[in-house]
Structure formats: structure tokens, C-alpha cells
């Protein structure tokens, strides 16, 4: 990849005057993952020691919303790519879903250290609040409501705010219970999971409720998480088999439910999948598009990603004026949206990760 540092964002904020607070967009043109993308920012705040990075993708159905992702990333660049994925999968995300927003993402590169946490978000929110309403953030992976409330503090470009819509991991969870019902519906003829050997892969917040719904509707679970605490407790509370990272090739299971970081769908992998079924709610579950078509190939019902899991999205949108009622509602819908997917593919034949790009470009027209 060949970023270029090119031109300083103008803005009345004081703070961007000095040299020690500087927001710069990146020449980001010839990236692989590069998809039209309307912007990528790299943000530094040498007080805070914050390096972030914006991307904003699509701006078609409205402002760019997406969360932001504090992660230990091994370079830049890969923090970069990570932007750029995240980004255009929201584009696709709130498009397929109907939703009057355009696709952005933030990634905060790098951990910082519990004194410095404040810090890092305050000045988080300085840079968002730059951009003047291009990008709305909102938590995402290795971020908390609690922490949009810092963020806050010097932007209103914030959703998911604990004293409004709060924690968005359960109706993302009951976004993906939902998919996955719609799914059993199309491969078996019933919606019902009784009986059903599950397996969850990432027992975080959303992996956790996912869990809670699978086993209230008899689901036998098999959970994987590098967290053994996560292991344990889901083993307690529905009676979970644990198995290791190392045992999932060829695990005999029915429904694989990736909901830890994204690429655990590689060639690998499908060719050894025993299983009918993969319905999850991690972003970026393919490798590679060609992945898709293997799983095709093979006859395995796969729910793309981002329409299976835009329940926390969703749920943002009915800010401010947050009804969860309502909200939970709408990714009832998530169920429709994928039996319509599902019908297309198999009347096309074609893989169900490329009718749902197709549907989310569709609605990128209107």
C-alpha cells in the first residue's frame, strides 16, 4: 500500500492550529481495498498519544455513520485497511437495511493505558467534531456506551449514548437469532433450532446474547472464545460444550455463528465445514470474495455479514427520540430482508453475498 500525506482539513477549531493536533487526509487511491472512497483521515494528538483513522465511503443516503474500533493493530497499514473494509461495509450495511445513513468507520490505533483512556477519547471527539457532520461514531469493537459519553464531551456527531439507546450488543444479537432463524426456514423447512448444534465463536457482549436466545429456543451450543472466563460462564448458564481454536476444522455442527473478529472464513475452513449453515455477526467474515462462491458451491446457506448483523445500527437510528420497542422492531425485519435474499439466490443461483451487495447498490440508487 502507497498512502500519501496530502491535504491539512480547514477548520475554525484552535486546536488544529498547532502542530501537536493535526487531522490529515490520506491519498489512499491505490489501496487494494480501496472502493471509491470519499475520504480516509489520519488523526494524531501527540498530548493524548491518539492515532486514529476516519473512513468515510458513501455519502449517498446521508451522513456516514459507523463505530469506532480501539484495537492493538500491528501497523498502520493495517489499521488502514481496516478503515477501509469497516467504512464500505457500513455504506452496505445501512443501505440493505434501509437506513438514512451513509457508510463511515474509526479505528483508534492502538490500546492506551487506563490514564490515558480519557484523554485518547476527548481528543477522539475533537477530530470527529472537525469533519462537522460528514461521519457520526459510535462504539464498536473494544468501546462502550460509557465511552461515546467521553467522545461526547466535544462532539454531538455521537450515537449510541448510554443514557439514550445504550449498550447496541442485544438487539445486534437478536438481529443475528433472527437471521439465523431465517436461515433453519430455508434450509430445513422449520425455524425451529431444537436440537441444533450451534457453534458461537467470540462469547463477547453480542456472542453472549446470542447465546442466551439459541439455548431459549433448544439449540445444543458449542462456544469458542480465546476469553476462558467467557468459555466458562456460557458453559454455567446453557450448558455449553467448549472446544479450542484448533478443533473447529471439521467440528460436527449444523450452524457455524462467527461473532469474534472477522476472516474466519477461509478455504481452509469451508472445505472442511460439515454444517448447513453460516449466520454470524462478525464484519468481514469472507477471506476473500471467492470464499462466497466456494461456500455456494457447496450448499451452504450463508448469511452475509453485514444484513445479519445491522441490529446495533438499527437501533441508533431511532435516536433521539429512542424507543426501543420500536427498535427492536425494525431488526425483527432482519428475518424478511434475509428470506427475500435467500429466494433471490437460489432463483438466480447466485451466492448470497453477491444478491446482497446487489440489493445494498440498489439501494444506493433510490
Known amino acids: ?26 491519498d489512499v487511491s491505490t489501496h487494494v ?19 486514529a483513522f476516519i473512513g468515510i465511503h458513501n455519502r449517498n443516503r446521508g451522513p456516514a455513520v459507523g463505530g469506532c474500533r480501539m484495537w492493538n493493530y500491528q501497523s498502520e497499514a493495517d489499521a488502514i485497511t481496516d478503515a477501509l473494509r469497516l467504512s464500505k461495509g457500513m455504506t452496505y ?3 440493505v437495511s434501509s437506513l438514512a445513513f451513509g457508510g463511515g468507520k474509526a479505528v483508534i490505533f ?3 493505558s487506563a490514564e490515558k483512556r ?25 468501546i462502550s456506551p460509557k465511552d461515546m459519553s467521553i467522545v461526547k464531551r466535544n462532539t454531538n456527531f455521537v450515537y449510541g449514548l448510554s443514557e ?13 437469532y433472527q437471521g439465523i432463524k431465517a436461515a433453519c426456514e430455508k434450509k430445513y423447512g422449520s425455524d425451529s433450532l431444537q436440537g441444533k448444534r450451534v457453534l458461537v465463536q467470540g462469547i463477547g457482549h453480542v456472542g453472549y446474547y446470542l447465546c442466551e436466545y439459541l439455548h431459549q429456543d433448544g439449540a445444543q451450543l458449542l462456544v469458542c472464545d480465546l476469553n476462558e472466563k467467557a468459555c466458562e460462564k456460557a458453559k454455567n448458564d446453557f450448558n455449553a460444550e467448549i472446544v479450542f481454536s484448533d478443533q473447529l476444522f471439521g467440528l460436527a455442527i449444523d450452524i457455524y455463528a462467527p461473532c469474534a473478529l472477522g476472516g474466519t472464513l477461509s478455504a481452509e475452513f469451508v472445505n472442511q465445514f460439515t454444517g448447513d449453515i453460516v449466520s454470524g455477526a462478525a464484519n468481514n467474515q469472507l477471506v476473500t470474495p471467492a470464499i462466497g462462491d466456494l461456500i455456494h458451491e457447496k450448499g451452504v446457506l450463508y448469511a452475509p ?12 437510528s431511532f435516536e433521539p427520540d429512542y424507543s426501543s420497542v420500536a427498535a427492536k422492531q425494525r431488526v425483527a425485519k432482519i428475518r424478511t430482508t434475509l428470506r427475500d435474499l435467500f429466494e433471490r439466490s437460489e432463483s438466480e443461483n447466485v451466492p448470497t453475498y453477491r444478491v446482497a451487495d446487489e440489493m445494498a447498490l440498489e439501494n444506493l440508487k433510490q
Open 305 to 316: 455479514d453485514y444484513v445479519i448483523n445491522a441490529g446495533g445500527i438499527i437501533n441508533i
Open 93 to 95: 450495511k445501512n443501505s
Open 1 to 26: 500500500m502507497h498512502s500519501v500525506l496530502s491535504q491539512e482539513i480547514p477548520s475554525s477549531e484552535p486546536l488544529l492550529d498547532n502542530s501537536s493536533f493535526r487531522i490529515v487526509k490520506l
Open 110 to 112: 492502538g490500546v492506551p
Open 164 to 176: 439514550i439507546s445504550g449498550d447496541p450488543s442485544p438487539f445486534t444479537a437478536f438481529g443475528v
Open 118 to 142: 480519557e484523554l485518547v477519547l476527548e481528543a477522539f471527539g475533537r477530530f470527529v467534531n472537525t469533519l462537522e457532520g460528514r461521519y457520526y461514531t459510535a462504539e464498536d469493537v473494544g
Open 33 to 51: 481495498d480501496f472502493d471509491h472512497h470519499e475520504a480516509v483521515y489520519r488523526c494524531q494528538d501527540d498530548e493524548s498519544g491518539l492515532i
